[in-house]
């Protein structure tokens, strides 16, 4: 089965990275995000938005959240739950949580 890519301009993507990595904290570059994110196949990138989601429930479940700074905290500690468990980057989990291609493809930048 061949590969299927979707083209993506650089700026698009620098914006995509420091959006979500004011989230993240990741000191990697954003090409190190793209090559882990191309490195994983549809099932992980799906396990990985899963787990996301089983962790997000219990951290924000219950009314558990009262500010936006503890809402954050729980985030950056999710994400960096997964990135350990799968050994990537945390901005990488974001990726495979909002990503900027189809569920298939691979990013290529332009």
């Known amino acids: 089965m061949k590969d299927e890519y979707f083209k993506v301009a650089r700026r698009q993507i620098i914006d ?3 959006c979500f990595n ?3 904290k990741s000191m990697a570059d954003y090409r190190v995000i793209i090559k882990q994110f191309n490195l ?3 099932d992980m990138r799906d396990n990985i938005k899963d ?3 089983e962790l997000d429930k219990l951290s924000t479940g219950r ?3 009262r500010s936006r700074a503890e ?3 729980c985030l950056f500690v999710n994400l960096h739950i997964i ?3 799968y050994e990537i980057d945390p901005l ?3 990726m495979c949580c909002v990503p900027i291609c189809g569920r298939d493809q691979k990013i290529l930048l332009q």
Do not use: K, M
Request: glycine letters at 12%; hydrophobic letters at 40%.
């Open 40 to 42: 994983l196949n549809r």
């Open 92 to 94: 990488t989990v974001i």
């Open 22 to 24: 004011s989230f993240a």
């Open 51 to 53: 787990r996301f989601g």
């Open 63 to 65: 009314g558990r959240i």
């Open 71 to 73: 809402w954050e905290l």
């Open 83 to 85: 990135s350990g468990e």
């Open 16 to 18: 995509w990275y420091t």
